[in-house]
């Protein structure tokens, strides 16, 4: 098992429409959560990061995080072309070792 | 303020050949990474410094990479000699570290693309 899963891709949406990327992580340790946006041939840039229950709301960008069913997420409003790209997960733990998933693709399709 | 800086960005190689990657973090920033990206795939931790000392090496093959970070700024990572599955992107990243939370964020640097032919 993957120290940091994320639901495979591709995903497609339409232009308007809600994206939702999910990622689940197995270190019980684990104490930040980022979100990290890859254009291709690009280096990861952050969108948020969350370390409490709940959601966390930035714009068009709502990260959730249920630690007790270690699970994450990240949902995007308003898809806009301009947000295709690998969406990264990545895990911090308490001991401060970081781990990413390996991404979902996203297409938003005018 | 300066973000992360990488070179060379591309360098081609043959196999059994050695080639360096040099990354200077934000300033400031405790924390340094090196990952290795191939196609497809998310970036995976190669070594963690958190000022000059090592927080994980674990995934560092150490028969052939190295890496240092001298004086805790500035970082230089090895690879000798190169193998054909070495081909991939290799990202440096900073975090300010220490006080976890959103000091944890990383900050990524350009990437060196290296080709081993």
């Known amino acids: 098992q993957k120290e940091v899963e994320q639901n495979s891709g591709p995903l497609s949406v339409p232009e308007g429409a809600i994206a939702s990327l999910n990622c689940t992580y197995s270190d019980r340790g684990s104490q930040s959560f980022f979100w990290y946006r890859q254009y291709s041939g690009k280096s990861p840039e952050l969108i948020m990061f969350?370390?409490?229950?709940g959601d966390k709301e930035d714009g068009r960008f709502t990260a959730q995080l249920n630690k007790a069913s270690q699970y994450v997420s990240l949902l995007i409003r308003d898809s806009q072309p301009s947000d295709s790209a690998t969406y990264l997960c990545?895990?911090?733990?308490?001991?401060?070792?970081?781990?990413f998933g390996d991404g979902t693709t996203l297409t938003v399709k005018p | 303020e300066a973000g992360v800086a990488q070179s060379p960005r591309y360098k081609i190689i043959e196999k059994r050949q050695s080639v360096a990657f040099w990354c200077n973090p934000i300033s400031g920033h405790a924390t340094l990474y090196w990952y290795q990206q191939i196609l497809g795939q998310g970036p995976k931790l190669l070594i963690q410094f958190q000022n000059n000392g090592v927080v994980d090496d674990s995934q560092l093959p150490k028969d052939r990479f190295s890496a240092e970070r001298l004086k805790g700024v500035d970082s230089t990572l090895k690879i000798q000699p190169a193998k054909l599955e070495d081909s991939a992107v290799y990202l440096c990243?900073?975090?300010?570290?220490?006080?976890?939370?959103?000091?944890?964020?990383?900050?990524f640097g350009p990437g060196t693309r290296l080709t081993v032919l």
């Open positions: 990545a895990v911090t733990t308490n001991a401060g070792k970081s781990t």
């Open positions: 969350i370390y409490s229950n």
């Open positions: 990243a900073s975090s300010p570290g220490l006080a976890g939370g959103s000091t944890d964020t990383q900050y």
